[in-house]
C-alpha cells in the first residue's frame, strides 16, 4: 500500500465514503425514473419522449465533466477538484429544484453532470493515490459492491419520495447527500496527492490523449464498442419509466421490477470476476456481444409477430434479464481493452476514453429513446442494431 505523507481513513471509513461519492451519479439518474411524468406536467412538456432529456443530459454533461477532472486534479491536487465538482453539481441541484420552466430544468440536468463527474473521476484517483495491487482491488470490489446497490434502491427511493412529496424533494434528497458528501470528504478525507507529484493543467495533454487515442486502433475501437453499448443501455434508462409504465402499467411496482434487471448486471460483474482470469476479457467479451445482438434480433422478430410490439411482462422480462447479464459482462470488460494500449497515459487516457464513450453513448441511447411508441420494440431493435455495429467494430479492432 502506498500512503500520502498524512494519515489515512480508517479502511471501512474510507470505502463507506468513496462508495458515497462515486454512486451519486447512479443515483442522480435512477432517482429520477418515477418522477419524470410527473414533472413533464408540471413544466408544460407537451410530448412525453422529451421527458427523457432529463436523463439524457445529465449524461451529457457528465462527458463533458469526465475530460476535466482527471488533469484538473493532477494539477491542483484531488481535494480542490472534488470541491469544484461538488460546487457545480449543489448548483445544479438548486437549479432543478427551483426549475419553474423545461429549459432551466435541462441546464440544471447539464450542470448536475459536468459537477457529478468530478466526485466520480477523482475518487478512482483517490484509491489509486493510497492503494495498488491486490490491495486496490480489495478496496474497489468493496466500492462496487456498494455501488451495484444503487440502480437497486433509486427508484424505490425517488417513488418513496413521491409518495409523501413533491418531485422537487428529490432534488433535495441530491442536494444534502451532496452537501455530506462534501462536508465528510473535506473534513475527513487528508489530501492525496502530494505537491512534488502534481503536473501543470495542460490542454495539450488531453488533446495529445485524444490524437493518440483516435490513432490507435484498438483504443479507438472499444471506445467506440463501449459507447455502442452504452447507447443501446442509455435508451433503456430514457424508457424505462414509458415501458413499465404505459405498456405494462406497473405503477407503483416500477422499482421493484427496475431492482430485478440491475441484480441481473451486477451478478454478471461477479461471474465476470471470477472467469475473466481464466477465458481472457476478449473471449468473454465475443460471447456476450454476439449474444446481446443475436438475441435482440430474434426477439425483435418474435415481439413483433407475435404481440404486435406488446409482449407479456414475463417474456420481455426474461430477455431483459439476459441481456443486461451480457452487459454487465461488457461494461467493463470493453474499457479495460479500451485502456490495455494507454498505460503510459493511463490517467489522461482513462478521462478521454470515458469522456469519449459516454458522448457516442448519450447521442445514440437518445435516438434510441425518443423512438419510443408504445411498444418495446425501438428498445430491442437498438440493442440488435448497436450490438451488432459493435460486433462490426471489434471485428476490424481484431481482425
Given at each position: 500500500?502506498?500512503?500520502?505523507?498524512?494519515?489515512?481513513?480508517?479502511?471501512?471509513?474510507?470505502?463507506?465514503?468513496?462508495?458515497?461519492?462515486?454512486?451519486?451519479?447512479?443515483?442522480?439518474?435512477?432517482?429520477?425514473?418515477?418522477?419524470?411524468?410527473?414533472?413533464?406536467?408540471?413544466?408544460?412538456?407537451?410530448?412525453?419522449?422529451?421527458?427523457?432529456?432529463?436523463?439524457?443530459?445529465l449524461?451529457?454533461?457528465?462527458?463533458?465533466?469526465?475530460?476535466?477532472?482527471?488533469?484538473?486534479?493532477?494539477?491542483?491536487?484531488?481535494?480542490?477538484?472534488?470541491?469544484?465538482?461538488?460546487?457545480?453539481?449543489?448548483?445544479?441541484?438548486v437549479?432543478?429544484?427551483?426549475?419553474?420552466?423545461?429549459p432551466?430544468?435541462?441546464?440544471?440536468?447539464?450542470?448536475?453532470?459536468?459537477?457529478?463527474?468530478?466526485?466520480?473521476i477523482?475518487?478512482?484517483a483517490?484509491v489509486?493515490?493510497?492503494y495498488?495491487?491486490r490491495?486496490?482491488?480489495?478496496?474497489?470490489?468493496?466500492?462496487?459492491?456498494?455501488?451495484?446497490?444503487?440502480?437497486?434502491?433509486?427508484?424505490?427511493?425517488?417513488?418513496?419520495?413521491?409518495?409523501?412529496?413533491?418531485?422537487?424533494?428529490?432534488?433535495?434528497?441530491?442536494?444534502?447527500?451532496a452537501?455530506?458528501?462534501?462536508?465528510?470528504?473535506?473534513?475527513?478525507?487528508?489530501?492525496?496527492?502530494?505537491?512534488?507529484?502534481?503536473?501543470?493543467?495542460?490542454?495539450q495533454?488531453?488533446?495529445?490523449?485524444?490524437?493518440?487515442?483516435?490513432?490507435?486502433?484498438?483504443?479507438?475501437?472499444?471506445?467506440?464498442?463501449?459507447?455502442?453499448?452504452?447507447?443501446?443501455?442509455?435508451?433503456?434508462?430514457?424508457?424505462?419509466?414509458?415501458?413499465?409504465?404505459?405498456?405494462?402499467?406497473?405503477?407503483?411496482?416500477?422499482?421493484?421490477?427496475?431492482?430485478?434487471?440491475?441484480?441481473?448486471?451486477?451478478?454478471?460483474s461477479?461471474?465476470?470476476?471470477?472467469?475473466?482470469?481464466?477465458y481472457?476479457?476478449?473471449?468473454?467479451?465475443?460471447?456476450?456481444i454476439?449474444?446481446?445482438?443475436?438475441?435482440?434480433?430474434?426477439?425483435?422478430?418474435?415481439?413483433?409477430?407475435l404481440?404486435?410490439?406488446?409482449?407479456?411482462?414475463?417474456?420481455?422480462?426474461?430477455?431483459m434479464?439476459?441481456?443486461?447479464?451480457?452487459?454487465?459482462?461488457?461494461?467493463?470488460?470493453?474499457?479495460?481493452?479500451?485502456?490495455?494500449?494507454l498505460?503510459?497515459?493511463?490517467?489522461?487516457?482513462?478521462?478521454?476514453?470515458?469522456?469519449?464513450?459516454?458522448?457516442?453513448?448519450?447521442?445514440?441511447?437518445?435516438?434510441?429513446?425518443?423512438?419510443?411508441?408504445?411498444?418495446?420494440?425501438?428498445?430491442?431493435?437498438?440493442?440488435?442494431?448497436?450490438?451488432?455495429?459493435?460486433?462490426?467494430?471489434?471485428?476490424?479492432?481484431?481482425?
Amino acid at each position: 500500500m502506498t500512503t500520502a505523507s498524512q494519515k489515512t481513513l480508517p479502511f471501512g471509513e474510507f470505502v463507506a465514503l468513496m462508495a458515497l461519492t462515486i454512486s451519486l451519479v447512479a443515483l442522480s439518474i435512477d432517482a429520477m425514473l418515477p418522477a419524470l411524468p410527473d414533472i413533464g406536467r408540471e413544466l408544460g412538456v407537451a410530448r412525453a419522449n422529451n421527458n427523457q432529456l432529463i436523463i439524457s443530459l445529465l449524461m451529457l454533461g457528465l462527458s463533458i465533466g469526465q475530460m476535466i477532472y482527471g488533469p484538473l486534479s493532477d494539477s491542483t491536487g484531488r481535494k480542490p477538484a472534488v470541491y469544484v465538482g461538488f460546487g457545480i453539481f449543489i448548483g445544479g441541484c438548486v437549479m432543478s429544484l427551483l426549475a419553474t420552466s423545461f429549459p432551466v430544468m435541462l441546464a440544471g440536468r447539464i450542470l448536475q453532470g459536468v459537477g457529478v463527474a468530478g466526485p466520480r473521476i477523482v475518487a478512482v484517483a483517490v484509491v489509486r493515490d493510497q492503494y495498488e495491487g491486490r490491495a486496490m482491488a480489495q478496496v474497489m470490489s468493496f466500492i462496487m459492491a456498494v455501488f451495484i446497490l444503487v440502480p437497486i434502491i433509486a427508484p424505490a427511493l425517488g417513488q418513496g419520495l413521491l409518495q409523501v412529496a413533491h418531485w422537487r424533494a428529490i432534488f433535495g434528497a441530491f442536494l444534502l447527500l451532496a452537501i455530506i458528501a462534501l462536508a465528510w470528504f473535506s473534513i475527513r478525507q487528508p489530501e492525496t496527492l502530494p505537491s512534488e507529484r502534481r503536473r501543470p493543467f495542460s490542454v495539450q495533454r488531453i488533446l495529445g490523449a485524444i490524437r493518440e487515442i483516435l490513432f490507435n486502433r484498438v483504443a479507438f475501437g472499444y471506445t467506440i464498442a463501449a459507447g455502442l453499448v452504452s447507447g443501446a443501455f442509455l435508451g433503456y434508462l430514457s424508457s424505462a419509466q414509458q415501458i413499465f409504465g404505459e405498456i405494462y402499467h406497473l405503477g407503483a411496482r416500477f422499482p421493484l421490477f427496475f431492482a430485478i434487471l440491475a441484480l441481473s448486471i451486477g451478478s454478471a460483474s461477479f461471474f465476470n470476476g471470477r472467469l475473466v482470469m481464466r477465458y481472457g476479457m476478449r473471449a468473454l467479451t465475443g460471447w456476450a456481444i454476439r449474444t446481446l445482438s443475436g438475441l435482440a434480433a430474434i426477439c425483435l422478430i418474435l415481439f413483433w409477430l407475435l404481440a404486435g410490439g406488446q409482449p407479456p411482462l414475463w417474456l420481455f422480462m426474461g430477455y431483459m434479464l439476459l441481456t443486461f447479464f451480457c452487459v454487465g459482462v461488457l461494461f467493463g470488460n470493453l474499457n479495460a481493452l479500451a485502456m490495455e494500449p494507454l498505460g503510459h497515459i493511463a490517467g489522461v487516457g482513462a478521462a478521454v476514453v470515458g469522456s469519449l464513450s459516454t458522448l457516442i453513448s448519450v447521442f445514440l441511447g437518445t435516438l434510441v429513446g425518443q423512438a419510443f411508441n408504445g411498444t418495446v420494440l425501438p428498445l430491442v431493435g437498438g440493442f440488435a442494431v448497436l450490438g451488432a455495429a459493435a460486433i462490426v467494430t471489434m471485428y476490424w479492432v481484431e481482425r
